[in-house]
Structure formats: structure tokens, C-alpha cells
């Protein structure tokens, strides 16, 4: 069992865009296009209307379609459709580092993301790393609680069956660590964090790494 400062850590969460692949591939940015698009094609919404709006719901709720969900009588399920059908292999190629890093790491890996499972599905093929992954929690499974909503993270690790102690969460977004950091988990930030060292950290940020391939020096040598 690997242990992170002599702590057993039984379970793996990890987030799902911009995490496991690189942001510079661009396929949030696509995501992200489609987002506005439907805000002003299926919602109606004016285009000089949506920066602001998604930029007060992302602040408030986490997430775009959490504020359009309560407050433009958001249909979640075609809202999903629509943004995340998207030709995921003109972006992602499969990861052989990945796969390996992934390979090594002996505990139970699981994919905790605010999308839905089909597209999850198709990023990681997309990647070659599907096979790792023992379950998806994805926004159906959470019933539209999205992170960093603390009963998102509640419902994973009911559903875990445990209290959250052995837990680890990898995720781009520093905010959507720090629920996880209250419930008693490990956490890593991928991407530049404050200086891009593995040893800068901000609140409820115990790790951070520029990559999701360095997860395992942290899960073998370093401690917290």
C-alpha cells in the first residue's frame, strides 16, 4: 500500500479536464465555446450578457450550468449533450508516461469530475488510460451538486465507504481542493500554482506539480 507520510492512502480522486491532459491542448477552450453558445442559441441569452453571467455563476456555484440550472430553467441533460459532444481525438492522443504512472500506482483510482460520464469515457480512451480507473463519479452521479460544493465530495466518499482520512484528490483548480482538504484528504494541485514549485502552496493545497505525471515522486518519496 503506498502511504504519503505514513498515512495508508486507499483511494485516488482524480479531476478530469485540464488535469490528466495538459490545458495547452485546448479542448476546455472548445468546451468553453460551447458553453457560450448555448447560452445564446438554446437559452437566449445576449452574447454581450454571457462573460458576466458566467463569470458570476463560476464565483458563486462553481460552475456555469449550476447558475443556469437555478436560474434560467436549465434542461442539465441537453445542456451537457450539447457542450460535451465534441471529437475529443482531434485534441487528446493516447498518454504511454500516463499510462505508465498510472500503471504504478496500486490503490483504488477514480475520476471525480462536474462532467458527465460518456465524455469522461471518451477522454480517457482518448488518452489510453481508461483501464485504470475503478469508477467515474461524474454530475449525474452527483446529482447536479457540483465541486467545490462540500455534498459533492460528501456523496463520493459515502459512496467510497469511508470518512475521507485515506483519501487523496488531484485537481487543477486549487478551490476545488480545499473542501477535500477540510474533509481530511491529501491534496495535489496540477498546474503552475503560485511559482510552479512542488513546494509552494496556498490554502488547502498540500502539493502542488506542474503535471499530473509527477504524482508519483509525491506518492513515493516526499512527505506532507
Known amino acids: 500500500m503506498m502511504r504519503v507520510n505514513d498515512r495508508g492512502i486507499n483511494h485516488i480522486l482524480f479531476d478530469l479536464d485540464e488535469t490528466l491532459y495538459p490545458k495547452e491542448l485546448g479542448l476546455m477552450a472548445v468546451v468553453s465555446q460551447r458553453i457560450n453558445d448555448y447560452m445564446r442559441l438554446r437559452l437566449g441569452i445576449p452574447a454581450s450578457q454571457v462573460p458576466e453571467l458566467r463569470k458570476r455563476y463560476y464565483r458563486r456555484y462553481g460552475t456555469t450550468s449550476r ?3 437555478l436560474h434560467h430553467h436549465l434542461d442539465v441533460h441537453d445542456y451537457l449533450i450539447y457542450v460535451h459532444e465534441l471529437p475529443v481525438e482531434e485534441y487528446l492522443s493516447p498518454d504511454p508516461l500516463l499510462d505508465e504512472v498510472l500503471d504504478g500506482i496500486e490503490v483504488e483510482k477514480a475520476v471525480f469530475t462536474n462532467s458527465p460520464q460518456e465524455y469522461v469515457q471518451r477522454v480517457l480512451r482518448a488518452l489510453g488510460v481508461e483501464r485504470h480507473f475503478d469508477r467515474i463519479f461524474d454530475i449525474y452521479f452527483l446529482e447536479q451538486i457540483n465541486k467545490p460544493d462540500k455534498r459533492a465530495y460528501l456523496k463520493v466518499i459515502e459512496a467510497l465507504e469511508t470518512d475521507g482520512q485515506d483519501c487523496l484528490i488531484v485537481d487543477d483548480l486549487a478551490r476545488n481542493l480545499k473542501p477535500g482538504k477540510d474533509l ?7 498546474g503552475d500554482g503560485p511559482k ?26 516526499h512527505p506532507l
Open 196 to 221: 510552479g514549485s512542488l513546494w509552494e502552496k496556498e490554502e488547502g493545497v498540500d502539493f502542488v506539480i506542474p503535471k499530473v505525471t509527477e504524482l508519483g515522486n509525491i506518492l513515493r518519496i
Open 67 to 69: 447558475g443556469l440550472y
Open 184 to 190: 481530511g484528504m491529501v491534496t495535489v494541485l496540477v
